[in-house]
């Protein structure tokens, strides 16, 4: 079982950044697919940013392009999502996810509030 545990949200201005990690558990870590979803108030739930095993590859939605980083340390086993130039719609409960097979995710964390101020 794969535990994942968020953290960082909190309340920031707009055009400011914030770091959000996720911790995980159990030995497998560096070789699932880690992904970050946020959900906005009576919107779906979207993906937000991947990035597979290795880290060679990630995927942003084009709404964060150029403003946020997915990032991971296997050592730590933990993933990062770094996000710069905030806007009030980035606003949501961001969570952290994870898949043994690529752009697939089995395990989900319980998720962390980010809200941007105008």
């Known amino acids: 079982q794969v535990q994942l545990v968020e953290s960082g949200g909190g309340l920031v201005q707009a055009g400011g950044s914030l770091r959000l990690s996720c911790a995980t558990s159990?030995?497998?870590?560096?070789?699932?697919?880690m992904g970050w979803f946020r959900q906005a108030p009576g919107k779906e739930r979207e993906l937000v940013a991947r990035?597979?095993?290795?880290?060679?590859?990630?995927y942003y939605v084009d709404s964060v392009k150029g403003r946020f980083t997915i990032s991971r340390d296997n050592a730590k086993n933990t993933v990062y999502l770094q996000m710069n130039s905030l806007k009030p719609e980035d606003t949501a409960v961001y969570y952290c996810?994870?898949?043994?097979?690529?752009?697939?995710?089995?395990?989900w964390g319980q998720g962390t509030q980010v809200t941007v101020s105008s």
């Open positions: 990035i597979s095993w290795s880290g060679g590859s990630t």
């Open positions: 159990g030995r497998t870590f560096s070789s699932y697919d």
């Open positions: 996810a994870a898949g043994p097979k690529a752009w697939t995710f089995n395990y």
